[in-house]
């Protein structure tokens, strides 16, 4: 029955690193049935192989694919937030979070000052970062400093603590409601990258501080 429902998890496209949590998830549980609680005679999680994670390597975009990606967001508004990512190497949690005054005046730089948590109960919360490493300024490329001066005059609110991305209404951005109303699954796919996600963007080792901006059309 165990190896049956893990087969069933593969098969409908969830991925070993889930699939292995789950099983692990599954053998814990039936591990304390088994010798805490007495209710089966045994733990019967014995299925060779399934707990390890072996997760497949990312895919990392060239410079000219993420100008790419940005362009085919389906609401304009949020171009920009896919450029920013990328090039400032932000988490989710922070780039949902600046305001207009943590992007410099000539928008060199971000002040990473804190990020949005979901809390059961109370939806999305702004706090300080993880950590004190947290609390620090990114360098933006010179490459994408005139899209995003162009993003706060057109889409932020003047005031000096609004935010620089929101939903459409001015709510915080939420990852469900980005995906829609991007279109990312179809963006991704076009651009022949089709399971990138989000926190893909994120990767450290890109040299793109110094990239220049792939010429228009390109």
Not at 115 to 121: H, M, N, Q, S, T
């Amino acid at each position: 029955m165990i190896r049956k429902w893990r087969a069933g998890l593969l098969a409908a496209g969830v991925s070993q690193s889930m699939a292995a949590k789950a099983y692990r998830l599954l053998r814990a549980v039936l591990m304390t049935a088994a010798n805490e609680d007495w209710i089966i005679p045994r733990n019967l999680c014995q299925v060779r192989g399934a707990g390890p994670e072996n997760p497949d390597e990312r895919p990392v975009l060239t410079v000219a694919q993420v100008f790419d990606l940005a362009s085919r967001m389906a609401d304009r508004r949020y171009r920009d937030f896919v450029l920013l990512a990328a090039f400032a190497t932000l988490r989710w949690d922070e780039i949902t979070a600046p305001r207009r005054m943590d992007i410099a005046p000539d928008a060199s730089a971000v002040r990473v000052a804190g990020a949005f948590v979901e809390l059961p109960g109370r939806g999305l919360v702004y706090g300080p970062p993880k950590s004190r490493a947290g609390l620090r300024s990114v360098a933006i490329p010179e490459a994408i400093r005139a899209d995003l001066l162009a993003h706060l005059d057109e889409f932020t609110d003047s005031a000096p603590d609004a935010r620089v991305f929101t939903g459409q209404r001015g709510n915080p951005l939420r990852r469900g409601d980005f995906n829609l109303r991007t279109g990312w699954k179809k963006a991704v796919a076009d651009i022949s990258v089709p399971h990138l996600h989000f926190h893909d963007l994120q990767h450290r080792e890109h040299p793109w501080l110094r990239a220049p901006r792939p010429a228009r059309g390109t």
